[in-house]
Structure formats: structure tokens, C-alpha cells
């Protein structure tokens, strides 16, 4: 894809992070499997039946859950991405099977669950289970375990799913909570210590003279340490605000703000919801030159109702047929700003640059062909092997 840069520039090539399997993580003795060779569901299904109990340690259903990749191999690969295919519905029958008679599921065992690679719907039954063994609204997924899936549906280019990733981790209210909290918590710590420390500068000077420690000559020492003070505390004050303020506002790249009339405490709390999505974003235009899907902007950027309410301050929610409200919307496009100005000064100043092919991308494509076309090899060389033979023929 050509793009618009200017002359003695230098236009970086965004590199593609692909997310790397690795498989001896993953990797278990077959030996000592006994699932090692099944390949069909109602005798996997039997033997799970028979081996997990309410007992069962975390290796054993992890071990029973990655059985579920053995059944991939029996059903055409884009079966893993529709919800309603019978490979879909064969797994998550497995996993409630799996889980029937556990009280719990641990954050390691989630992380672990994740690190297998499976389907992203699979992933999705996985992720309300950990919250239906785990109530209560201190359970929450951390952004680096939440990562993992997103990644997975990201390279499987299943963005509907991955923003659906996004709303049941670090979107789900027990997180925004948690971030509610941690922001209190740290204003509070904030405060507590400049009047403390003001309160012990003031008095404290007082109470060393009183007590004949100091001269009293000294007693002017406290005015002049509260202003120091008073200049150190606002100087940290502001320079935590203004790093505060560049890490929300970059949270979302070049792809995402927020909407006009959100108040600064939704950007904290929402932060990590708003760096998920930029990233779905971001790798929707790699494979589509440039250009953002509707669905996925429609999704992500769904404009507030203008209620009585959000007149000043909007707040996020849902509309009246359900839909999310997330109050994101798109950044201006630079690439597309580049083509305007490019057009207004009649190409001075500009050149074409073509940028290297990223073998990342290569890789990433050829592997969301296998979903697109999983059956291109066996059934187009058979039926149109003729016309290949042909056009040789004639060259």
C-alpha cells in the first residue's frame, strides 16, 4: 500500500505484534495422556466423563481442556470462529462437562486456560464461568491475563469477539470498580500526606521550642518550611496530573478519544477498556488498507442519547435497545490529513514511499487465508486442475 509522506522523511513500518504460541508451555507427556488419541466427541466426552471428578487438580483440567484442540483436526478450521458450528458446540458441552462439579476456578488456572490458544468462543465460556465460580465484586480479570485472549481473536481476526474479550475483562464492572477504588485510594493518600506533613511542619517547629530543643529563635523556621512545602507538593501535584493526563489521553493511540462532555474520572476507569479497543482498531485497518470496518466503529464509537442527564457530563450505559455506550470516538485520521493537505499544496512537498513488506503481516495473512478459504486446496486443484494445465500449455 503506497502512503503520502514528506520529502526527507523517514515513515516507520508499523511491525504487526503477532501473538507467539509457545508450545512448551502447552506441550504435556501423550504417554501419559488418556486422551492422547482420541479424535472423536462422544468418546472424548466419556473419558472426560470418567476421569474428572469434584477432585480433579488444576493439571488434570487443564489437561482435559486442551483435549479440545484434538477435535480441531476433524472439522474444517473456520468452524472455530462461528458459534453455532458443531465443533463450537462439542467444546463448550466439554467445558461445562469440565466444570460441573468445581466450586472454583483460580486466576493461575485462567491464565493457563488462556495460554492453550482455543477458540475465542470457547475463551468467552471460560471467562463467565471464572466470574459464575467466583462471585462477588472483588473478582476481577488483570489486564496482562486479559491480554492473552484478546491477541488470540485479534490474529484470528475475530474483532466482533474481541471487543466482546474487552467488555468481560477490563470492561466488566467488578474491573471498573477496582479502578474506582485505586483512583479514591490515591487521591486520598495524596491529601492525607500533604496535611499531615503541613500540620506536623506548623506545630511541629512550635512544640521542639516549647519543649527547649530549639531556640526560639528558630520560630521562624515553621513559616518558611511550609512554603518549601507547600511549592514541593504543588509542584509534584501538577506533574502527577500532567503524566496522569498524557497516559489516559494515550491509552488510545492514534485511533481513539473520548467523547466531548466525558468527565476525567471515566478516562481513568476506562482506560484500559478504550487501550484494548484502539488495538482491535488498529489491526481492523492493517487488513483493510487504512480503512476502519463500520461494524466495529458503529460498535466501539456508539455516540451518547442526548438526555436530560448527559446535557454536561456524559455518562456511560446502554441505549434503549441494549447497545453499549462507551463514550470512545475515532481520532482524526493522520493518513487521510496528509491526503488533504497533500491536495490543497498540489503535492509540494510530498513524495510517495513505499514501505517494506513486513513478514509479520505476511505471516498473519496466511494464516486468516486458512479461515477464508479452508478448503481451497482440495477442491479448486481437483475441479480447475485443467485450467492450469492450459494456461502452462500456452505460455
Known sequence: MLKLGLKRSIIPVRRLQLLRFNSSTASFTQSDSPYEYIKDYPTLYEQIKTNITSNSDNDSILEAVRSIKLL???????????????????????????FQNKNSL????????FTLNLPTIINLKIINLYY?????????????????????????ADFAKAIKITDTTVGHPNYILAKDKVMKSSILKLISTVVGITLFTKFGVTSLIDSGF???????????????????????????????????ISSGGDYLTWQHGTFYSHWFKHSDEMLFNSKIIESDRDLNNGESSPYIIEEICRE?????????ILHAGYDRDGNKIRLMQQKDDLEKIKFQAYWMTGGDGFEWVEPDQDPAEIVWRNHLAKYNKPALEKSEVGELGWADELIDEKK
Do not use: M
Not at 216 to 237: D, E, K, V
Not at 304 to 312: F, H
Open 72 to 98: 480441531q483436526s476433524k472439522y474444517p478450521i473456520h468452524d472455530q470462529l462461528e458459534a453455532n458450528s458443531k465443533l463450537t458446540t462439542n467444546s463448550i458441552s466439554i467445558i461445562n462437562l469440565i
Open 106 to 113: 483460580s486466576p493461575t488456572l485462567l491464565k493457563e486456560l
Open 132 to 156: 459464575e465460580l467466583n462471585p462477588g465484586s472483588k473478582t476481577i480479570i488483570d489486564k496482562e491475563v486479559a491480554l492473552i485472549p484478546l491477541r488470540n481473536a485479534i490474529f484470528n
Open 214 to 248: 530549639l531556640s526560639p529563635a528558630w520560630h521562624h523556621l515553621g513559616a518558611i518550611n511550609s512554603i518549601l512545602l507547600t511549592y514541593i507538593i504543588n509542584t509534584t501535584f501538577f506533574v502527577s496530573i500532567v503524566k496522569f493526563g498524557r497516559t489516559l
Open 304 to 312: 451518547a442519547p442526548e438526555t436530560r442527564s448527559n446535557r454536561n
